[in-house]
């Protein structure tokens, strides 16, 4: 092992590239991280170090990328600087992602995002893949507009979780009822969350949703928190 290697220091740069959004060294964002190592030279060098994939994914990414879902949902960065965290975070994963394939980094499980029918909106959706994605969670998303038949399709090839729902309109957003029901009643074990600007808990309640949240943070802090120890 390189002598001068400092494993902790090394864990706080990497999770800091993550919050500021700093990709590389000849990134030119941001600013003030000019000519600064990023995710990749940093993640690069701890694997080089033998430093375990899981370890460089818990100690250091994960916490950059809580960082970054907290401060969103405190309204202290805005949706620009959660797209840059996020480019950050896949530059990072994208050299782990030979070690998640080998089985060596086990990802926390399988969430299924999707825009209800009828639904042609997909910035929140998206928020929430990158945030959830950014903490170890493997989205499958089925993108805008999709029927109940196909979010069901979608549970029955792949060992789901949760499923998350978004709607961006108060028509829409009134499709959730019967796409929630169809769920339930075929998998009435799997959690379904509902979020999106016209949405409330009162609303989520009469769906019988498991969980309202208006910000992914709340998701996240959700399936971290049910799924601990699966």
Not at 52 to 75: H, Q
Not at 98 to 116: Q, R, W
Not at 194 to 208: C, H, Q, R, T, Y
Request: glycine content about 8%.
């Amino acid at each position: 092992m390189n002598s001068s290697f400092d494993e902790t220091e090394l864990f706080t740069q990497l999770a800091f590239c993550i919050e500021r959004g700093k990709v590389n060294s000849s990134s030119k964002f941001p600013a003030d991280l000019i000519g600064q190592p990023g995710v990749e030279e940093i993640t690069s060098q701890l694997l080089q170090n033998n430093i375990p994939p899981k370890k460089i994914l818990e100690d250091a990414l994960l916490i950059g990328m809580n960082r970054v879902g907290e401060k969103f949902r405190d309204g202290k960065i805005f949706i620009p600087d959660v797209l840059i965290s996020a480019k950050a975070m896949n530059a990072a994963m994208e050299i782990l992602r030979p070690y998640i394939v080998k089985g060596d980094l086990k990802l926390k499980g399988k969430v299924i995002l999707a825009t209800v029918k009828g639904d042609l909106h997909n910035i929140g959706k998206n928020l929430v893949k990158m945030v959830l994605e950014g903490n170890g969670w493997e989205v499958i998303d089925l993108g805008i507009d999709v029927s109940s038949e196909k979010i069901l399709n979608a549970i029955n090839v792949n060992k789901i979780k949760a499923v998350g729902l978004s709607a961006l309109l108060t028509t829409t957003m009134l499709n959730m009822k019967d796409i929630v029901s169809d769920i339930k009643k075929m998998f009435p074990d799997i959690p379904v969350a509902v979020g999106g600007a016209p949405l409330n808990k009162k609303f989520a309640d009469e769906i019988n949703a498991d969980l309202y949240s208006p910000d992914p943070q709340g998701f996240l802090d959700y399936l971290n928190s049910h799924f601990a120890l699966n």
